[in-house]
């Protein structure tokens, strides 16, 4: 499985589950990106829809497609996302991890942060996935220290992507009747989505980890963790040699950053 290519690290606003069957600007990225990128081995997701309260990866041969959301389309809860698991990342996972023991759980599967953007860059579910939990009990500095601790998988051929968003505050979000608006953004969002990524590309990952010094405001953007710590594990990833592309950079509903990034040495533009 040792691959010498050193693969990319991915960060991926994925915003409404809509997303995974809709033909809209985030999709069709999705799709180019999974055409460029190196063909991984296996795919390991931090999906910020996966709390528990200790680290936990899945670990079954076949994980079922979760549809953990209400009030959407009937066609959305018929999506199924076939992938196989990998029973064998999930032991490296366990025997390889230091700083906190890696449980293998059996009941879990894949949630919408994780299937709706990989149906559309890997439409033919053939790369095995596996999911890591956050483990909400724990602090920021923990989750970017976990994501160094992963990097060894990039030489094993794995793609590692974490899955939230940048800013996320459903409770203001304002979507149009398509779904989502692109004509609107509150003003600390957008100025907060802007902070974030001039210290993405900066390298300053500690103003990362103290989130909240970033804007007055950021507590507005940031009003629970879950969506942004997939983020720090990117980060975490990240090897002083790698550059960062931004993609999918948009505000949509006025509160929701759908902001991505690939995080990698030689990666392509997109």
């Known amino acids: ?3 010498e290519v050193v693969m990319p690290v991915l960060f991926i606003g994925h915003g409404t589950p809509m997303n995974a069957i809709e033909d ?18 296996a795919i390991l997701c931090i999906s910020a829809h ?37 029973p064998q990342l999930a032991d490296i996972l366990y025997n390889r991890i230091k700083i906190s023991e890696i449980e ?18 890997y439409p033919d579910a053939d790369i095995p996935v596996v999911q890591l939990s956050i483990d909400y009990t724990r602090d920021m500095q923990f989750h970017y220290n976990l994501g160094k601790e992963l990097s060894f998988l990039r030489r094993k051929g ?3 992507a974490g899955s ?22 509150y003003e600390w969002a957008g100025t907060l989505n802007d902070v974030m990524k001039k210290k993405i590309l900066a390298g300053d990952h500690t103003s990362m980890i103290n989130y909240r010094t970033l804007t007055s405001e950021a507590h507005l953007g ?9 983020l720090i594990y990117a980060l975490g990833l990240q090897e002083p040699e790698d550059k960062v592309e931004i993609f999918n950079d948009m505000i949509v509903a006025g509160s929701i950053s759908m902001s991505s990034l690939i995080i990698g040495n030689n990666i392509p533009h997109i």
């Open 222 to 230: 940031i009003p629970s963790e879950e969506h942004y710590i997939p």
């Open 104 to 121: 293998k759980d059996y009941r879990w599967g894949l949630d919408h942060g994780t299937w709706s953007f990989l149906k559309h860059m």
């Open 158 to 160: 794995m793609l590692i």
């Open 164 to 185: 939230g968003n940048m800013v996320h505050n459903l409770r203001f979000a304002r979507p149009n009747k398509e779904g989502f608006n692109y004509e609107f953004a």
């Open 1 to 3: 499985m040792d691959n």
């Open 50 to 86: 996966w709390e528990t309260g200790l680290s936990m990866a899945t670990a079954m041969d076949k994980p079922k497609t979760i549809h953990d959301f209400g009030g959407f389309p009937e066609e959305l809860f018929r999506q199924q996302y076939p992938a196989s698991g990998s």
């Open 24 to 41: 809209n600007p985030f999709s069709r990225k999705w799709k180019e990106v999974g055409k460029i990128l190196p063909r991984p081995e």
